[in-house]
């Protein structure tokens, strides 16, 4: 009978470690991504509704990925010159973010409101890893989770060269712009 | 007992480590993979005299300027052939991602042209592979120069000619790419009998990019023997393509005079080894009448 007791609770407490191990995972497959210089002759605008996402609820591990060739913009021309010229994305076709929420206790997915989350993380782009750190904003309605962030970055700092002919028309830091629906992981 | 409990841990450390290892892997694995075609084989239409494998973008509309100068070897006199030249004025414009249309005006013959480009296959990677890019293209000239012999009558017919051919091109690498170009050029009305009506010709034609906006072209047109009088010679072309923004600059050294296959393949003249060599050059600016939503852009 003891052993019994041993026996159950034991398995209790492996059931309830093992939910909490398997912990709750959000995703998106169609993440928005907007991409904007704005420089005094030229605004460019470039959307791309097909960046990929998980994120850990548990560890505050989140990671995205992007295709680079999935960026729309609003001329050929400058489609094919992102591509080509500066992002170079037959060599480099991924950018990817591999981060964490450093505040994960204060943010509860599970209840209805709004948060700030601390992300931060490497960013890899052009061949170039750096580090970003950002707040993000997330709101949680009926159960939906949205996650918005933006930040700047300057392309310098992934080796992306703007020669001084078209410095008019392209920007040195160009925002970014992050639209995330999450849905839950059922994994 | 406690190896149960052992293996349990283990069993459950491992799936941990698993899943903060790459998280992405967890969708990655079902995601439907894209097709991603490949872009920009050559910065423009043209290799040279030839056409690309490339198209208009849909909803790009192209003003192209191209001159063919004189012969280098005229000499001081002539400015070394700058004193001549050969024009034709072009509007090209995409209408999808496939097809585009082309009207341009040479002073060579006192030419019209139309034409149809269309991509049939395009080369790609990722769910579906296509290892080349092959295009259609056809066109039709009508030669307007005034008839100097009142003794013949030159029928509208007569001056017509066609333009028929197959290109492949392939992308080797982000530098170099390579192209195949069976021709087949038609016209009504020849002016002699050494030359046949039907002209069949194969193309050749090659880029390496030296930088992010510079490369080298060349070109090459073989006509197969037997269909061209003697004095007719085959096309050799070699350039550079500079591209700034929304022009793309294309000069060349070449033998060849015209801009439309009618003339460059089966009536081209001048030894290209013997010196008989033009300078030339296309200019190509874009211009966007629609955007991909199949809006007017600001």
Redesign the interface.
Known sequence: MKMMIRKTLLLGILFLISGQLISQKYYTRDGKVVFESDAPIEHIVAENNKAICVWDTESGAIEMAILIKSFKFEKALMEEHFNENYMESEEFPKAKFKGLIRNMSSVHLGDDGAYTAEVEGELSMHGVTRTVVVDANISVENGKVQCIAIFEIAVDDYDIKIPSIVRDKIAETVKITVDLDLNILNK | ?TRF?FV?VLV?SS??AS??D???S???DD?EE?T?F???LWKTTRVINLQSSENV????LDFRISHRFGFVNQGAYEFFGLDNSTIRLGLEL?LTDRLMVGFGRSSFQKTFDGFLKYKLLRQSSGKKTMPFSLSAFGSMTINTLKNEDPDIEVLFTSRLAYAFQLIFARKFS?GFTAQLSPTLIHRNLVETTDEKNDVFALGFGARHKIG??LAINAEYIHVFPGQIADQYTNSISIGVDIE???HVFQLHLTNSTAMIEKGFVAENTGEFFKGDIRFGFNISR?F?LW??KGKQ??
Not at chain 2, 57 to 60: I, S
């Open positions: 007992m409990l349990f459950f799936m941990i899943g903060q790459d998280l992405l967890l969708i990655e995601e894209e991603l490949t872009s920009a973008a849909p909803g790009t995409g982000t992010k906006r700034t923004g929304g874009v966007t955007d991909h852009p600001k």
